[in-house]
């Protein structure tokens, strides 16, 4: 028999226990430090396909191979094994056994290092706390002391073993020991599911206090040996709840750490492992390898030929079930698997790394990005994006010093360009549902066909942006080609309403051509196809260098602006106006519902505005041979690509209203504002009128999948009836109303509008409610380097003073302030001068606004820093 183990009961001071427990609370008022998982040492999370499935024996043979494979003259390795929850303690600790096991082994085998052995278990709930000797003694002052939040005690029970190795006859030093760290953070007394032991208890923790606190102690435990490995194993099964009853491979998900499944051998087993990997992959995990227990059922030959050689498949021996059985001969039987396992997850962390720091280069040399001039965009500058959860990338981050590299939160302030709107749950319902519709459809053609995506987004559509004037949905893959659709259907209608179309013969459907132009607004952006460009005015994106082919198909007008400055709603009007029926450049307002209020529509601005309108038009019904204004084209309410720019709501509906008493059709492009990009699910909403055609996409899908649609009235609809298929319309895609992208739009247009999935959503009034803090708002808008602010819905847009060269959309005035906001966690792409934090529907009031104060500091930083070289350079010689 092997002698005793010296055992070390370190408990803490009582004056330590109340100091720990300040500092916690002081802590906990502060915001949660954002989850970065550093990339220095390998970190995998062991799940189980179910209970029972001895994941805690994977835990310590892995800790075994990893910490028996020294290497002279290298450090000693450490293991750290994380135990994030625990039932049944202290009669059971997974952490206990594997400290102990592993001792075991290692004092039996003799192994030339020595063995620093170490448990902890940090916290525990009352019932817990009272299992553990000392862990409820003490006198009543000093109880209450140990009472957290939620009914927890800062535990801190601590168990030390020094293993001796044969190189030192003395029994070794912990200088030059191999380590072995043993954490459980959140422990219960009673031996059931951690969702059921904390209500019971009545110590509970919420999902961002267990991640924070896994966090820390990764942070903690990872700190000093190079070789080191980590284990974080899970509670029961991948979809076991955690103690919030969030399922732990949601729990978990935003660490994204790489996943060893330890499968179920016994019979049954194939189907639980194999739901098991799929509800990891669903979720984004990758999957390393499969490891299970040998039943004699030959489980992993059917793994192997599901998972089609994808996934490596390990087999233990089985375990003895003679409970007097020390395993120590199970142990030696499994040592090479265990020693393979590891050597998989070696080599699989070392790939990533490889692939993630190659990815910057291989980036520059395949791609051509859109928007983006490469000179100005040197290698340090490319964003490797790991994954995306929610509102935040997950990006490789490096430090200078070139050793500590992180995967790092990194919030994403342009939506990935405008399209974004699912929370962390929306994100893998989307998953589970496009992987059904896939499954069940894959792909199926469109026209003169049904399928239940396609008919249920048809119909949802139609009951909601398009109720109470819009009667058919008409598919594409995206905005661009959704307006060059919407302009068809309008110049068709107006074609039919001015008598164009009577008298035609099947050879002038073919070979007659008229000169039909748009009405539109000046700083508009439709999109990026040929025949969208030419329905907007000249600008950086239509200049010669872009679009040889441009002429500004339209009648271009200035619009009025709106934003906010020194905290108040001012409009801006532009010299055509003023020169016309105004005095004056700007106006204030007194708040942004009264921008919206209808009862402006009685006010003498609104009868400036019409008389400005109308003068325009006129000049344009004057004769002229063959040229038409055939369709009206806006962007409701805000400007997107073309700055950000707000224009006044009464300008826009009087404009729609002088348009349709002219029977001149009205095209409302909601590609950039629908979906309640800004606070709405409609911009028509806001602006209290209705087009005759409408188009959507971006937030449609929830930002997951491309597609389009063009809504239009029966009225234009039946502008396209005829006794030939020539008068039809006649546009199309291969993957119009594909499966996948209808089925992200059902979930997407469901989920934004209920208010128990959207916490967002002010029920009576159908709006989202106020997203940024009106203080916070007010605060920049009144800063000395700030030009206008522009916050409504989702957006929150801010213009910088810039002169010359330094402002519009070429300008990369701000790059440094961009690059600074970037390391502070938010990502950026400005327009010119003009940056943006743009978010889901779904989010956290709390999550904007730390943004915001992120950007607001910076701005004063960039701007002291402007100022001071300014003064510099302009000193006299």
């Not at 916290?123 to 939040?149: L, N």
């Not at 990891?280 to 040998?294: C, H, M, S």
């Not at 009685?602 to 008389?611: H, M, T």
Request: aromatic residues 8%; contains cysteine; proline residues 6%.
């Amino acid at each position: 028999m092997p002698p005793s183990l010296p055992l070390l009961f370190l408990r803490r001071h009582r004056l330590y226990i109340r100091l720990r427990l300040l500092s916690t609370t002081a802590a906990a008022s502060s915001p949660p430090p954002p989850l970065e998982v550093t990339l220095s040492h390998p970190i995998y999370m062991l799940w189980g396909s179910n209970t029972g499935v001895g994941k805690t024996l994977v835990s310590a043979g892995l800790a075994v191979s990893s910490l028996s494979s020294s290497d002279p003259p290298n450090p000693p390795p450490k293991f750290v094994y994380i135990k994030p929850v625990q039932t049944g303690f202290p009669r059971d600790s997974d952490s206990r056994f594997v400290h102990r096991k592993v001792s075991e082994i290692f004092l039996r085998r003799r192994t030339p290092l020595p063995l620093l052995a170490s448990d902890h278990a940090l916290r525990a709930s009352g019932p817990a706390a009272g299992e553990v000797p000392g862990g409820g003694a003490g006198d009543a002052e000093a109880e209450r002391s140990c009472v957290m939040e939620g009914g927890w005690k800062d535990l801190w029970s601590y168990v030390e073993r020094l293993v001796p190795g044969t190189e030192s006859e003395t029994g070794g030093s912990s200088s030059n020991a191999a380590e072995l760290v043993c954490k459980t953070i959140y422990t219960w007394k009673e031996a059931v599911s951690p969702h059921l032991a904390a209500e019971r208890e009545g110590a509970n923790v919420s999902d961002p206090s267990l991640r924070e606190s896994l966090g820390r102690c990764l942070e903690a435990c990872l700190k000093g040996r190079d070789r080191t490995m980590c284990v974080v194993e899970t509670a029961g099964g991948v979809a076991s709840p955690g103690p919030s009853g969030t399922l732990q491979c949601d729990l978990y998900r935003p660490f994204r750490l790489p996943a060893v499944l330890v499968g179920d051998g016994r019979l049954g087993g194939i189907s639980g492992t194999i739901s098991a990997y799929e509800s990891l992959k669903l979720r984004g995990y990758d999957v390393v390898a499969v490891i299970l227990e040998d039943h004699g059922l030959l489980n992993e030959a059917a793994l192997l030929s599901y998972l089609r050689n994808r996934v490596q498949v390990l087999v233990l021996p089985p375990v003895p079930q003679d409970l007097s059985d020390d395993l120590m001969e199970w142990f030696h039987d499994s040592d090479k698997v265990f020693s393979f396992l590891r050597e998989i997850m070696l080599a699989a962390f070392a790939e990533r790394i490889k692939r993630l720091h190659d990815m910057p280069r291989k980036a520059r040399n395949v791609f051509w990005w859109p928007f983006t001039q490469h000179g100005l965009i040197p290698q340090e500058n490319v964003t490797v994006i790991d994954s995306r959860l929610g509102e935040n990338f997950s990006i490789l981050k490096v430090h200078s010093n070139q050793r500590d590299q992180l995967i790092a939160p990194q919030f994403d302030a342009c939506a990935s360009w405008w399209t974004q709107g699912p929370d962390a749950a929306l994100q893998i319902e989307l998953a589970r549902d496009m992987g059904y519709a896939a499954a069940r459809f894959g792909h199926v053609m469109f026209p003169e066909n049904v399928y239940e995506p396609a008919l249920k987004c048809g119909e949802l559509l139609l009951e909601g942006v398009g109720k109470g004037w819009a009667s058919r949905t008409f598919f594409s893959d995206n905005g661009s080609t959704a307006i060059e659709i919407a302009l068809k259907m309008a110049f068709r209608k107006f074609s039919l309403d001015h008598g164009i179309l009577k008298d035609l013969t099947i050879d002038d459907f073919v070979e007659r051509s008229l000169d039909i132009k748009v009405l539109a607004l000046s700083g508009s952006y439709h999109g990026d196809t040929l025949g969208a460009m030419e329905a907007q005015a000249p600008s950086s994106y239509t200049g010669f260098l872009q679009q040889p082919w441009y002429r500004g198909r339209g009648l271009f007008l200035d619009p009025p602006t709106v934003f906010i400055h020194n905290g108040d709603w001012n409009i801006s009007f532009p010299k055509p106006l003023q020169s016309d029926v105004l005095k004056i450049e700007t106006m204030t307002v007194s708040s942004c519902d009264d921008l919206f209020s209808q009862t402006r529509d009685s006010s003498d601005l609104a009868r400036y505005y019409s008389a400005h309108i109308s003068q325009k038009l006129f000049q344009l019904e004057e004769p002229r041979e063959s040229v038409y204004i055939g369709a009206l084209i806006i962007e409701p309410v805000i400007h997107g690509a073309g700055g950000m720019h707000m224009v006044d709501p009464l300008f826009q509906r009087i404009l729609v209203k002088e348009c349709q008493n002219r029977k001149i059709p009205v095209v409302f492009d909601e590609v950039f504002t629908g979906f309640w990009r800004i606070g709405r699910e409609s911009a028509a909403e806001l602006l209290g009128c209705l087009p005759d055609i409408a188009c959507f996409a971006k937030l449609m899908t929830g930002g997951i999948i491309p597609l389009a649609a063009t809504l239009a009235t029966e009225a234009v609809f039946k502008a396209f009836e005829g006794d030939s298929k020539l008068m039809a319309l006649l546009h199309g895609h291969s993957y119009s109303a594909h499966a996948m992208g209808c089925t992200a739009a059902v979930k997407a247009i469901q989920w934004f509008k209920d208010r128990h999935t959207n916490p967002n959503i002010v029920h009576e009034k159908q709006c989202l409610k106020e997203l940024w803090d009106p203080e916070l708002v007010r605060q920049v808008s009144s800063h000395s380097a700030v030009q206008r602010v522009v916050a409504l819905g989702t957006l929150c847009a801010i213009e910088l003073k810039a002169n010359g060269c330094d402002s519009g959309y070429a300008s990369i005035y701000l790059s440094s302030l961009v690059h600074r906001l970037r390391e502070d966690g938010v990502y950026m792409r400005p327009l010119g001068n003009v940056i943006y934090l743009m978010c889901g529907p779904c989010i956290s009031p709390q999550v904007c606004n730390q943004q915001l104060e992120k950007v607001y500091q910076r701005i004063h930083e960039f701007s002291t820093e402007t100022a001071k070289h300014t003064e510099f350079v302009s000193l006299p010689e």
